[in-house]
Structure formats: C-alpha cells, structure tokens
C-alpha cells in the first residue's frame, strides 16, 4: 500500500514545487450554468483520453464523448492444458461532462451496452462457456479545478467518483452490485517542446467478498504531444493495488491518438496492453468527442 501512494506524493512535492501560474486577462467567475461563458471566452479544450485533465469545462457548456466500439481479450494458462479466455464488447460508453461554474464540472459516465465471454478449455476441449451481456454501471464525478484553468504552466483538480450498481449481478455477473468511490486528484503540466504530462492519482473504496472495507489505490502517469498538424498522440502508464490480502498489483501501458476534426470535434482511437497477468493482454477501442 505504501509504494502505491509513492506516485501521488511525488506528484504533490512536483506539483508544490513547480506551480506557476499566469495571471488570466479576464475574470471568469461570474460564468455560471445559467450564464454561460461566450464562445470567444472558451479556455483550449482538452479531452480525458491520456488521463483525466484537470481543466474543466467552460460554463454553461458540455462535452459529449463516446467510444463508439471497445474490444478487451485476455486468455491465462493455469498449468497442463488448461486455459482461461476472457473477452468483452462494449459500445457507445458515453461520458459527459456539464459546466457547472467556471472550476467546476459534474461529469457521468455509463455503459449501454456491454457483452462478456468467458471461455474454459482443456487442450483443444471447450468445458465452460458462458456469455452475458446487458447495461453496465454507471459513474458520476464531481471535479473542481485548484489552479491553472485559465493560465498558467500546471493546473491541478480534486475530485470524487461514485460509482453506482446499475449493472446486473449475481449468477450472471456484469457488476458486483455495490457502491463504490473516492476521491482523487488531478495534475498537469505544460512541457518544454510541447509535450504535456498528466498525473492522476485516486482512491476506491469497496467491500471485497466477505464484507469486509477494503481500498484500491490508482496512479496513472502520461506524456502527450502533437505528432503533425491536428494529430496528437500519448503514451500512458496505469497501475492499481488494493488492500486485499495477497493481492497482486495491476499495471497498464495505454498508447492512443487524437485528431481535432475541428475546433470542437475530436476523433480518437488507441489501445491498451497489460504488463501485468491480472490486466486484459490488449483493449482497442474508437470514440468521437463533441463540446458543445
């Protein structure tokens, strides 16, 4: 537990260390959901794929971002011949974000349909296969932004998730059924040469099946930049732990691009590769993002 909260407080001893904000040429507090901010007025929008930004959304406006297809596959060898095969489709997981005031945004984030195959075998014998499918759970998120919405080189947020047990569960199991959430915070930093680093850190608090509270630390770390014109790529590396006894971390290396259509529109796609055994072998997904 320990070494998972290593990343957060070096985050806080870079991110004390290297604040320096710019002053803003106009005062944008008194934008509210009812009195939104002018186009002309809208800070550079970025979007949540090489990690969640810590700059919110203007206002009175909202972002619309759906990853139109998710694929995730996962096969395990349990020694001799037999072996376990995971794979997952979801499509249209839909976030959306509202601004609220001009640092504070409340996101959603839900899943309408999503399908899970789980395989076992033992050579080239198939003994369990079983598939269910159905809306998966939903997630809402209140983020408030510290610092370095409107200027500056870094910008820091803090935040909370709750996610919310909307998923079916039991015999066939999509969701386990409960509530969950935490707080977290949220960091970046506008680079020498362009690049942008982004630094989150979180906690989920849950209960693990004998009832008993338990915690997941989360830390993910990323660079971004543009590679040509609207192009931009970014390479991430994502790791969980829990308090769970005996439990092994899980760690994630995510590459992706973004192309900006237009000023407001944004096309994406990447994929996911688990340095761990525990975390999906690869999770290639498509989406389009809209501010509106």
């Known amino acids: ?16 260390s290297s604040r320096g904000d710019e002053p803003t040429s106009e005062d944008k507090c008194h ?23 810590p700059y919110t959304i203007d206002a009175g406006h909202f972002e619309l971002d759906v990853v139109a297809v998710s694929y995730a596959y996962d096969e395990q060898d349990f020694g001799g ?25 409340a996101e959603v984030i839900f899943r309408p349909y999503q399908t899970i195959t789980g395989t076992l075998k033992a050579g080239s014998t198939t003994i369990v296969r079983e598939t269910v499918s159905g809306f998966g759970d939903v997630v809402s998120r209140l983020k408030l932004n510290v610092w370095g919405n409107d200027g500056g080189k870094t910008a820091l947020s803090i935040s909370g998730d709750i996610k919310y047990p909307a998923a079916k569960h039991g015999i066939d199991e999509l969701g386990n059924g409960q509530f969950e959430g935490g707080p977290a915070v949220e960091f970046a930093a506008q680079l020498p040469w362009d690049f ?29 930049h543009c590679i040509v014109s ?17 439990a092994e971390w ?12 237009a000023k407001n529109v944004e096309l994406y796609l990447g994929n996911s590769f688990g340095v761990t055994d525990n975390a999906f072998d690869y999770a290639p997904f498509l989406g389009i993002a809209a501010r509106f």
């Open 230 to 246: 609207k192009l931009e790529g970014y390479c991430v590396f994502d790791t969980s732990i829990s308090t769970i006894t005996g």
């Open 250 to 261: 899980v760690g994630l290396v995510k590459v992706g691009l973004n192309y900006r259509v």
């Open 81 to 105: 011949s037999f072996r376990a095969r995971s794979e997952a489709w979801s499509y249209g997981i839909t976030q959306i974000k509202l601004g609220l005031l001009n640092r504070l945004d």
């Open 1 to 16: 537990m320990k070494r998972a909260l290593y990343p957060f407080l070096l985050a806080a001893t870079f991110v004390i």
């Open 196 to 224: 942008e680093l982004r630094i989150n850190s979180a906690v989920d608090f849950f209960e693990d099946g004998s009832d008993a509270r338990q915690a997941a630390f989360g830390n993910l770390i990323s660079l971004s």
């Open 31 to 53: 934008y509210t959901l009812f009195n939104p901010t002018p186009s002309e007025s809208l800070r550079v929008w970025r979007t949540d794929h090489a990690g969640i930004t």
